[in-house]
């Protein structure tokens, strides 16, 4: 059988499983739009896009679960400083909080890390963001503070696959990505390296190292699926695989890029260093549900 996933050499199995469970669990599982719900809405919803702050990418709030924004659900495209504002003018609180606010970053966004270049001109692959809308569900009519980043991808990642509440998928995501109970992964976690708080500081610093890491591997992995035969055409399980994927591997693909910097001084391209350290992760476990 051929492998589906090469250099990082993801089983055929563990694939197979992914698109027969409907994409390891994100086929409808998601509460549609319901106009009988509650009927207390906010007009609009408002945040930031983050990897470093993320301009030129398109937002949506994915009200089917289709992993796509489609011509019905609010969109907007972030600007400068990675931050949006969506119209949510009509929807009830229960649909926005059963939603999910989607993210996807083409090659023509630029990245504040990258100063001013595009994700093309630095080597970086396009990819996809997640954030549960549950986070920022108010009864106001101006919900704000909305943050979408790699660590709130991995936590909607769960909660679609496994059907798990917030707090339980929180819990999930911190154990996967061995940090301290208390982290809040829904933070800005760029703003906070300039916090006067050292401790906050600290925390900020690695938060964005692996927020980093983790939205360059969600990109090579996903380009790399979608290449492979099997589900070329499919792009939300090639997503789905491809963060199921990263939820167990993360803290080895961390040590792997720490290693290698200092293994291979001579590689200075983040991107190079990811595609490295995806080199030498190994096989992750087959399971079914």
Same mark, same amino acid.
């Given at each position: 059988? @051929? ?7 993801? %089983? +055929? ?10 994409? +390891? ?48 659900? *609010? ?16 929807? /009830?609180?229960?649909?926005? $909080? ?20 595009? #994700?093309?001109?630095?080597? =970086? ?6 954030? %549960? ?16 980043? *790699? ?8 909660? #679609?696959?496994?059907?798990? $509440? ?72 090639? #997503? ?10 993360? %803290? ?5 890029? @720490?290693?290698? =910097?200092? $293994?291979? *001084? ?12 995806? $080199?030498?992760?190994? /096989?992750? %476990?087959?399971?079914?549900?």
């Amino acid at each position: 059988m @051929k492998k589906i996933l090469q250099p990082y050499r993801l %089983p +055929c199995t563990l694939l197979l499983a992914c698109m027969v469970l409907g994409g +390891c669990g994100g086929g409808g599982k998601v509460s549609r739009f319901s106009a009988d719900s509650m009927t207390n809405t906010g007009s609009s919803l408002s945040g930031t896009v983050i990897d470093g702050y993320i301009e030129g990418a398109e937002v949506c709030l994915d009200l089917n679960g289709s992993l796509s924004c489609d011509g019905d659900e *609010p969109k907007a495209i972030t600007i400068a400083g990675g931050t949006f504002r969506l119209d949510t003018t009509g929807l /009830t609180s229960d649909a926005i $909080k059963a939603a999910h606010l989607l993210t996807h970053v083409p090659v023509t966004a630029k990245d504040a890390d990258d100063l001013g270049q595009t #994700l093309e001109s630095m080597g =970086k692959s396009a990819f996809s963001l997640l954030a %549960p809308a549950a986070y920022y569900v108010t009864d106001s009519s101006a919900m704000t503070g909305a943050v979408i980043s *790699p660590l709130t991808t991995m936590v909607s990642h769960d909660m #679609l696959t496994r059907e798990s $509440k917030l707090t339980d998928a929180e819990k999930a995501v911190r154990g996967h990505m061995d940090l301290p109970d208390t982290t809040r992964l829904n933070q800005d976690f760029v703003a906070a390296l300039k916090d006067a708080d050292l401790v906050k500081q600290i925390e900020a610093q690695q938060l964005t190292e692996k927020a980093q890491i983790l939205a360059l591997a969600i990109g090579q992995i996903n380009g790399e699926m979608l290449k492979a035969e099997a589900i070329k055409t499919n792009k939300k399980q090639a #997503l789905l695989a491809a963060l199921g994927y990263l939820q167990i591997r993360v %803290p080895e693909l961390h040590q792997a890029y @720490k290693a290698g =910097k200092i $293994k291979q *001084p001579t590689i200075t391209s983040s991107v190079d260093r990811v595609s490295s350290a995806l $080199k030498t992760l190994s /096989t992750p %476990p087959v399971t079914a549900d």
